[in-house]
């Protein structure tokens, strides 16, 4: 069950990311995702508030959580940008890959690699490679340099994001955390609509696709939290980090991108490294 539901979390997220390719080509980007941290926020409150977990947090819990909102802020930025850019095919397996971070932070903190763990490592690093040198005459070199480093920049900021978020969780609960990151990332991008000069309204005709990627977010991240009442929890986080995949092969049939088997082979490569990492 675990299993099942990181699957639907996955393509949860897979769903939410297609939907950003498609609606961020005509919106604010800062704008649209005010809105849908607003919307997801909103959805998880009435979830959140009568959480017994409340009674546990603590203070340095709130400061984690808050700390883990400003990544998750930084992190969806970048998501958002590179996804503007696109290709999907190029931006999902990089910013999939920041489990390759957590193995680092990892490996400072003086925990033990196996040799299983470190040629997952390699893995992922040459599958990433094989995808950032394949090349599209028709891709502008400029945009899709911006894409590589603004994915690069979300995978760092996703990867802080679940370090901090999981040591708040350690001291604290997990719905609590989870709402207050929300609301500390909904906060941060406020705070920056607002030194920029931007207003936050859009159309009335985009407030609906805004909020279903608000509800498909939370509800991914809904769906993995609940798993850790059931057995092997675990399953549920690996199978949760395919979303890449699954929004590569969205993109495809969606979005019509072609993709070579070469590219193929990267991203499968890349999210069974992936996988064992999770594990």
């Keep these: 069950m675990s299993l099942l539901l990181g699957l639907c979390a996955a393509m949860s997220w897979a769903v939410h990311d297609i939907l950003v390719r498609r ?47 400003l990544a998750f802020a930084a992190a969806s930025f970048g998501l958002y940008i590179a996804l503007s850019i696109g290709p999907v095919r190029l931006v999902a ?20 690699i196996s040799a299983l763990q ?9 599958g990433v490679a094989l995808v950032v040198s394949g090349h599209d005459p028709v891709e502008d070199r400029t945009g899709r340099r911006r894409a590589i480093q603004f994915s690069l920049f979300a995978a760092a900021g996703f990867a802080l994001t679940f370090a901090l978020s999981q040591a708040a969780t350690r001291i604290g609960a997990e ?20 030194l920029r000069g931007q207003s936050w309204r859009l159309a009335q005709m985009a ?53 070579s088997a070469r590219q193929w082979g990267a991203v499968a490569a890349i999210f069974c490294g992936i996988g064992v990492l999770g594990l």
């Excluded at 910013?95 to 003086?110: K, M, T």
């Excluded at 709402?179 to 609509?193: E, S």
């Excluded at 549920?236 to 995949?245: E, P, R, W, Y």
């Design 23 to 69: 609606v961020s080509q005509n919106i604010n980007l800062l704008s649209m995702l005010f809105l849908v941290l607003f919307f997801g926020t909103l959805a998880l409150g009435p979830v959140a508030a009568p959480s017994e977990g409340w009674q546990v947090m603590t203070w340095r819990a709130g400061l984690l959580s808050g700390l883990a909102g």
């Design 93 to 112: 397996p990089i910013i999939g890959s920041y489990p390759l971070l957590s193995v680092g932070w990892a490996v400072i903190n003086g925990s033990a």
């Design 118 to 126: 470190w040629g997952a490592v390699m893995v992922v690093v040459g």
């Design 175 to 194: 719905l609590p955390v989870m709402f207050l990151t929300r609301l500390a990332a909904l906060v941060a991008i406020g705070a920056l609509l607002i």
């Design 207 to 259: 407030w609906r696709p805004l909020a279903v990627l608000g509800l498909l977010d939370t509800t991914a991240l809904g769906l993995v939290i609940s798993a850790g009442a059931l057995p092997h929890p675990e399953f549920a986080a690996v199978s949760a980090s395919l979303f890449g995949m699954f929004t590569v092969i969205l993109a495809r049939v969606i979005l019509k991108e072609p993709m």
